[in-house]
């Protein structure tokens, strides 16, 4: 019987070729069966992919296996040592070790530590000794050491420095004290006060324009029309007309009536206003013909807030000063031909006045003003009342008209 020829097996670069291929295993032969003749060049070419698939990951398993058998007899090795080095140190330091009996022999209750410091603080012992010599027989030289008396001694050094410290910390009080004094003095005299009352004056402004149309703005750091002033600390703007009202707090003495009416037009002037307000703390800084309250040619006012500098402020009375600066400036408005019809306004106006000329008539009453204080408050809120009631009647007939 002939032999059959050996498959010839080339290979390339990318490619493999099998000649004089004789494959007789039955299972290849039956998976081919199943394949129509046109498709079984490429599920031979497929069996070979998964075949050479399958013997390479067959290949990566045993490499695995060789891996992890390696760690395991390590693992066990690393466990081995560790059992013996815990068996060494349970036997040097446990209960029955070589470490305990060598503590116990030397820091024991009997040891020799404790028998070293037993002697060396006993009553006949060195440190005793050292201590006797150092600070001499019942500490008589530590004693003078603590003698506050003695110039030498460290503890007359402290004591000095500690009073020395005293004294110049009751001069910085006296110094502080004195200080205050001086401040308040200044107070009294300079732009410290006058800082303090302005604030005041703008919280009573904010007071005044709250739930209104009107708007106040503060302006006593600005430079106005006068390139050169800051006069006017404050413009109260109207909402019904766009009038502007300025209005300078003053809290210092030696103002004459000239200068008063001087300072409010270039108010006036300085911030574009149709109405100046000047606000006194208190009617002793003013001349006695001005007083409480007092008007200049019909756009300029002088009002004081209380009687003295020792009184506090009655915010009523720059409330009303308001009022009747609003019905000034509506009054200007209607007299520089607005589509009015001024006959109700003036009618107003005229109220206005009647309530300021009450008001001259409290402020009479001042001079016990501690004893009437009740009565000259319900009487200035009653003026109050019907000045806003007036002025507000003005407003609503600006506000008529404009609708109008």
């Given at each position: ?44 070419q ?6 050479v ?13 060789f ?17 013996r ?109 006058g ?31 006068r ?70 040619d019909?756009?300029?006012?002088s ?10 402020v ?35 106006i ?40 007036r ?6 007939e ?7």
């Amino acid at each position: 019987m002939s032999q059959k020829p050996a498959p010839k097996v080339e290979l390339a670069a990318d490619r493999v070729q099998v000649s004089e291929l004789e494959i007789t295993n039955s299972d290849v032969v039956e998976y081919l069966e199943e394949i129509e003749a046109e498709d079984r060049e490429e599920a031979i070419q497929y069996a070979l992919n998964v075949g050479v698939k399958t013997l390479q990951l067959a290949e990566t398993s045993r490499e695995e296996e060789f891996v992890e058998r390696k760690f395991s007899e390590m693992h066990q090795e690393f466990e081995t040592e560790i059992e013996r080095i815990e068996d060494e140190v349970e036997e040097r330091f446990g209960s029955d070790g070589d470490v305990p009996e060598i503590f116990q022999k030397h820091l024991g209750e009997d040891g020799k530590l404790q028998e070293h410091i037993e002697h060396a603080f006993s009553e006949d012992g060195p440190f005793v000794d050292r201590l006797d010599e150092e600070l001499g027989e019942d500490g008589e030289r530590i004693q003078e050491a603590l003698d506050p008396d003695d110039e030498g001694t460290p503890t007359y050094r402290l004591k000095s420095a500690l009073l020395d410290e005293i004294r110049s910390l009751r001069d910085k009080i006296e110094e502080r004290e004195t200080e205050e004094e001086t401040r308040e003095e200044l107070k009294q005299e300079t732009t410290l006060k006058g800082d303090d009352f302005e604030e005041t004056v703008g919280n009573i402004l904010g007071d005044v324009v709250r739930n209104t149309t009107d708007e106040v703005e503060p302006t006593g750091e600005e430079l106005g029309e006068r390139s050169d002033r800051k006069v006017g600390d404050f413009v109260l703007t109207l909402g019904d007309t766009g009038q502007r009202i300025v209005v300078e707090a003053k809290s210092a003495t030696n103002y004459s009536q000239p200068k008063i009416k001087e300072e409010l037009a270039e108010a006036i002037e300085n911030r574009d206003a149709d109405y100046a307000l000047i606000v006194f703390e208190c009617e002793s800084y003013v001349p006695d013909k001005i007083g409480y309250f007092q008007e200049f040619d019909d756009d300029r006012l002088s009002v004081a807030l209380s009687a003295d500098e020792d009184d506090d402020v009655e915010p009523g009375f720059l409330r009303i000063a308001i009022n009747w600066a609003r019905a000034r400036a509506v009054q200007s408005y209607v007299d520089a031909g607005a589509d009015l019809e001024p006959e109700a306004i003036q009618n107003d106006i005229g109220e206005v006045e009647d309530a300021i000329g009450r008001f001259s008539r409290v402020r009479t009453k001042t001079t016990n003003i501690r004893e009437a204080a009740n009565e000259i408050d319900e009487e200035l809120r009653s003026i109050q009342n019907d000045v806003e009631d007036r002025v507000g009647k003005v407003r609503a007939e600006l506000q008529g008209a404009s609708d109008s």
